[in-house]
């Protein structure tokens, strides 16, 4: 069964880099997983940062823009062809490790047979890997409108400040319904040695639930910050290594 990760958050917050930092740790844990990259941040930056120049995503295949490796194959209908078109934008980055981008989503209530036909298609994608790793645009209701998938553990990325934390919860609140069934979590990102009673009482006020911290690194090494996610691993909605 697939595990599925959502990384949430403001942009800037971190997901990116956190995003990496678990494709790091899950490696690690689990030598032979099969692992799918999602990028769904507008911004492309995961993509960016494995140097992939992406012009071609799932948004391009509905639209009609793509611009495909190869000739399309003949004969095959709508359902075959989103299916044959997802394999087509898919990039090995890794052994193992695939990535897929994202870009623009079409709101949920679209009625374009095409939406339904492309969720369908994701949906499959999805349960051939054992872990799969959203990078997120904001909240839940974005990546629920690509594809409606159970989320293990949805985590919002945020800062230490008080005006972080009232995002963060409002993140939360958007995004309760789409995590029903798996963890909403936080991670505070980018701590620095002042004091963090205040935020933690925030934190406790506002009843957001507290996975851990990672502190600000002099520069980023994604060895370090899986050895930080490794210590709250066990507290997350996700396979556990005996």
């Known amino acids: 069964m697939t595990s599925t990760i959502a990384l949430i958050g403001k942009s800037g917050s971190g997901k990116t880099t956190l995003s990496k930092a678990f494709l790091t740790l899950i490696k690690r844990k689990f030598p032979t997983a099969a692992i799918l990259l999602v990028d769904c941040d507008l911004t492309l930056e995961l993509s960016d940062s494995f140097g992939i120049k992406t012009r071609n995503t799932i948004y391009g295949i509905k639209s009609g823009k793509h611009e495909y490796k ?31 981008t994202s870009w623009l989503v079409t709101p949920k209530d679209c009625k374009c047979p095409a939406t339904k036909l492309m969720r369908d298609a994701l949906i499959k994608l999805i349960e051939r890997y054992d872990f799969v790793i959203f990078d997120c645009e904001f909240d839940l209701k974005y990546l629920n409108s690509l594809v409606d998938y159970p989320i293990n553990e949805a985590i919002i990325v945020s800062g230490c400040k008080k005006e972080d934390i009232t995002l963060a919860s409002k993140i939360a609140d958007f995004s309760k319904k789409y995590a029903a069934e798996g963890q909403l979590g936080i991670i505070l990102n980018r701590t620095k040695n ?21 502190e600000e690194f002099d520069e980023i090494n994604f060895e370090n910050i899986a050895n930080k996610l490794d210590l709250l691993y066990t507290r997350m909605n996700l396979p556990q290594v005996d």
Request: proline fraction near 2%; charge should be negative.
């Open 194 to 214: 002042e004091n963090l009673n205040s935020t933690l009482d925030l934190l406790d006020c506002l009843e957001l639930n507290l996975l851990g911290t990672i």
């Open 70 to 100: 190869t000739g399309i194959p003949e004969g095959m209908t709508k359902q075959e062809y989103i299916d044959w078109a997802l394999e087509d934008i898919i990039t090995e980055v890794d052994e193992n490790v695939d990535l897929i």
